[in-house]
């Protein structure tokens, strides 16, 4: 089965405008798409916005369109059981003149030695 990839080059600067153009990528074109390829209009590339249009039989891979971590991270299932992890709870600081966010889990540290003439806070 043939695959479509989009092989962007450096954008394009022109005045206030910026433009990113591309490669249309076409590989794994066999069962005779090759010789289809080659019969379509000259003009190809310009109707689809492409500065080239490529087409190979084997496999070409581009790195920046591996979206297989992307896919790996789409099809896990979240996990609620556990507890919260790479999320950080803060809250505001009532002592701090600038209602600074604390780490809730550095908060009483943050009042016993900041604001020693505080109450302690639980955790
Ligand atoms: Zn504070």
Do not use: K
Not at 38 to 66: E, K, M, Y
Not at 96 to 117: G, K, N, T, W
């Amino acid at each position: 089965m043939a695959r479509l990839q989009i092989l962007e080059l450096p954008m394009v600067h022109n005045g206030d405008q910026t433009e990113t153009p591309f490669v249309l990528v076409i590989d794994q074109a066999d069962d005779g798409l090759a010789d289809e390829i080659r019969n379509w209009p000259d003009d190809i590339a310009r109707r689809v916005g492409a500065r080239q249009v490529l087409s190979f039989a084997g496999t070409v891979d581009i790195p920046a369109n591996d979206t297989s971590a992307y896919a790996a991270m789409t099809h896990a299932e979240p996990d609620f059981t556990g507890p919260l992890t790479g999320i950080e709870v803060r809250r505001p600081c009532p002592h701090c003149d600038d209602q600074q966010m604390i780490p809730r889990s550095q908060f009483a540290e943050h009042v016993a030695r900041l604001h020693p003439d505080q109450p302690a806070v639980d955790a």
